[in-house]
């Protein structure tokens, strides 16, 4: 009966671990992005490196021209952010192994959504 109480044991912490393990997301590399908003559309590149599990720094060249980029990841939850001629752009959405989307803002100028896969 000890045995069997042991082995329930060691089932239960191995289901537990497995259950609240996430695998870490590592948005490192060049992306391509899709975005389409309020003023049009267009193909930015972010080229990005994760300094630690939630931070991000890096580039974004688009028609906006070219920035330095900081950002957070929170699961897979991805924020960046950066400024043009004094205007904040965010990008705030999800992280799917080398795809991520969702909407972004464009300061007073608009609002939009963008899909972007990893090079």
Not at 54 to 63: K, L
Request: proline share 1%.
């Amino acid at each position: 009966m000890k045995k069997l109480s042991t082995l329930f044991l060691l089932l239960f912490f191995i289901g537990f671990t497995a259950v609240f393990a996430q695998e870490k997301i590592n948005v490192k590399g060049t992306w391509t992005m899709s975005v389409t908003s309020d003023m049009g559309s267009g193909s930015p590149t972010f080229v990005l490196d994760q300094v630690n599990d939630t931070t991000i720094t890096g580039t974004y060249t688009g028609q906006l021209g070219e920035s330095a980029v900081k950002g957070t990841l929170k699961g897979n939850v991805i924020h960046l952010e950066f400024d043009i001629q004094g205007n904040l752009i965010e990008y705030d959405g999800t992280v799917k192994g080398a795809e991520m989307s969702g909407k972004v803002k464009l300061a007073s100028m608009g609002e939009g959504t963008f899909s972007g896969k990893r090079k």
